[in-house]
């Protein structure tokens, strides 16, 4: 399975970017997105279960964020509202060990390569 992140950006503070993540095969398994800014840990954003039934926020994207799945196409997406320079990264999505999405990186084992996403004030 390999995955491609596209849709960042350059945006204001207050903007919007939809970000997806192809997926080369159909998977069953959880699938999630992280970010990593400048010499900062990788940090968990959002995830969601195949169905779309189980989703989960890192709590500082929580009512900004909205993560889906069209398995049709084999694509995840992260709706991101109201953006703040702090949400500064590299987003990279990620295909779960599991099935339902967890927050912590040892349990994915597929990564993509990432998309940059950089909100000026």
């Known amino acids: 399975v390999q995955l491609q992140a596209s849709g960042g950006g350059l945006v204001q503070a207050g903007g919007s970017l939809r970000l997806s993540c192809e997926v080369s095969s159909r998977t069953f398994n959880a699938m999630s997105w992280f970010r990593q800014a400048p010499e900062k840990g990788r940090e968990f954003v959002a995830g969601?279960?195949?169905?779309?039934?189980?989703?989960i926020y890192t709590d500082s994207v929580k009512g900004r964020f909205t993560i889906s799945r069209d398995n049709a196409e084999n694509t995840v997406y992260l709706q991101m509202n109201s953006l703040k320079p702090e949400d500064t990264a590299v987003y990279l999505c990620?295909?779960?060990?599991?099935?339902?999405?967890?927050?912590?990186?040892?349990?994915?084992?597929?990564w993509g390569p990432g998309t940059q996403v950089t909100v000026s004030s």
């Open positions: 969601i279960r195949y169905g779309g039934s189980d989703t």
């Open positions: 990620a295909r779960s060990k599991l099935i339902k999405p967890t927050a912590r990186p040892h349990e994915y084992d597929t």
